[in-house]
């Protein structure tokens, strides 16, 4: 068990459709990431946020969006749901000393997204 | 060509063999991470390495920094390091997270 929770496990949704994914960080760690998992495209970055801050953007769709609450969890929005946005979602977390290099990354269990 | 590239794309080997899988990388990094991604899907962090050498139970990583490669060793394998494992290089500072994978390497031991 990383210590990183993920919800939903698994989603079925219509293309068109807004999803929420909802990610609780390690208890401490400030930094959330999250990843999409695609079978065409791999492993992708899709943005960090640190202490309630976006801190990096990867190769995320303007039709996503993602935020980090006081309380440090972090949720991502994707919307006007696509067939292609099907994928398993990875939130991660680290940093209990602050966004340096030498903290290991702990990844959540994904959420599984299908879009039909 | 990808900025993170590992060899072989499929291993399979015998239960008890020795394993090595590599990766090698184009940009510069302040840190390199081997995964691994079990069926179920979920990814473990096995190894974080900025120089040399880490050791963890049967799994040795390497790192040659001047060289751009890394390389996942396992000793003595079995069945139950059957998994997919994933090389990832991380800029470092305000971008650590911004980790960029290779496209991993499928292991299968079989008994």
């Known amino acids: 068990d990383s210590g990183v929770t993920q919800t939903p496990k698994h989603l079925i949704t219509a293309t068109g459709q807004r999803v929420t994914l909802r990610c609780s960080p390690r208890s401490g760690d400030l930094s959330v990431y999250w990843y999409q998992q695609s079978l065409d495209q791999g492993l992708q970055f899709l943005i960090q946020y640190y202490n309630g801050e976006e801190r990096a953007k990867g190769n995320i769709l303007e039709r996503f969006s993602a935020q980090q609450f006081p309380d440090l969890h972090s949720e991502l929005n994707l919307s006007s749901l696509e067939l292609g946005d099907s994928a398993l979602y990875f939130c991660a977390s680290s940093g209990r000393s602050g966004p340096i290099s030498g903290n290991t990354i702990y990844f959540g269990e994904g959420s599984w997204l299908t879009v039909v | 060509k990808n900025e993170v590239e590992q060899s072989p794309q499929n291993l399979t080997a015998q239960e008890g063999e020795f394993i090595t899988i590599n990766c090698s990388y184009s940009?510069?990094?302040?840190?390199l991470h081997w995964l691994q991604q079990h069926p179920g899907g979920g990814i473990v962090s096995l190894f974080m390495l900025s120089s040399g050498k880490k050791k963890h139970g049967r799994l040795i990583a390497t790192i040659n920094i001047q060289e751009k490669h890394s390389s996942l060793h396992i000793t003595a394998s079995h069945p139950r390091d059957s998994a997919v494992y994933i090389c990832a290089v991380n800029g470092g500072g305000t971008s650590y997270g911004k980790l960029t994978f290779g496209q991993g390497t499928i292991l299968t031991v079989h008994p």
């Open positions: 940009v510069g990094i302040s840190a």
